[in-house]
């Protein structure tokens, strides 16, 4: 079983939709990821939690550490969304400066005009 | 903005051949890290690397691999004697070294063993 999983695996959504992507994790974690990878393969960090929310322009990412669930939320949806997000975790073990990492599969998201 | 810069973007390397990637971890960042991207799965964790020692390693990072920082900027994967099945998406990585200090990711390194 997957330590991370992500859900969808593909999504498809119009220019201006909200769109939301999860992320379930079966172990203890001190901090959890959000990360976008481009076509060219880059990736880049969106969001680093351990509690609560967080926002920064058209994102949203969300975590409830009981439910050991997150989401990730685009509003107002863009063609140049389109990536794929990957969620990772940090262990419970390791809250420290280490930034040890276990990723999900990621969510290709596509946003059509 | 400053940025973890990776080369060679691609390489192309003969299976048993030695490949060295590198990269440039931002200036002020401690922690340094290789992860690996298989084409079409997940993203791994290779090798962590704090005052100029590994500090962790995954099962993939075995005999054949092996990290170094040379000078006080570079820090490079050395992949000695390679095979079909190291090709991948190389991601070195830093970050400053408290609980919150986000991970910054190069753009990558293409490896493909022929």
């Known amino acids: 079983k997957n330590e991370v999983e992500q859900s969808p695996q593909n999504l498809t959504a119009q220019e201006g939709e909200f769109i939301t992507i999860n992320c379930s994790y079966s172990?203890?974690?001190?901090?959890l990821h959000w990360l976008q990878q481009h076509p060219g393969g880059g990736i880049v960090s969106l969001f680093m939690?351990?509690?609560g929310k967080k926002k920064h322009g058209r994102l949203i990412a969300t975590i409830n550490i009981q439910e050991k669930h997150s989401s990730l939320h685009i509003t107002a949806s863009h063609p140049r969304d389109s990536a794929v997000y990957i969620c990772?975790?940090?262990?419970?073990?390791?809250?420290?400066?280490?930034?040890?990492?276990?990723f999900g599969t990621g969510t290709r998201l596509l946003v059509s005009p | 903005e400053p940025e973890v810069t990776q080369t060679p973007s691609h390489q192309v390397t003969q299976m048993g051949q030695e490949v060295i990637l590198r990269c440039v971890p931002i200036?002020?960042?401690?922690?340094f890290y290789w992860y690996r991207q298989i084409l079409g799965q997940k993203v791994e964790f290779l090798v962590s690397?704090?005052?100029?020692?590994?500090?962790?390693k995954s099962e993939i990072f075995d005999d054949q691999f092996s990290v170094e920082r040379p000078d006080g900027s570079n820090f490079t994967l050395k992949i000695r004697s390679t095979k079909l099945e190291d090709s991948a998406m190389y991601f070195c990585?830093?970050?400053?070294?408290?609980?919150?200090?986000?991970?910054?990711f190069g753009n990558g390194t293409r490896l493909t063993v022929t």
């Open positions: 172990v203890g974690i001190s901090a």
């Open positions: 939690l351990s509690s």
């Open positions: 200036s002020n960042h401690l922690y």
């Open positions: 990772a975790v940090r262990s419970q073990y390791l809250n420290t400066g280490f930034q040890k990492l276990v």
């Open positions: 990585a830093s970050s400053w070294g408290t609980v919150n200090s986000p991970l910054h």
């Open positions: 690397f704090y005052n100029n020692e590994i500090s962790e």
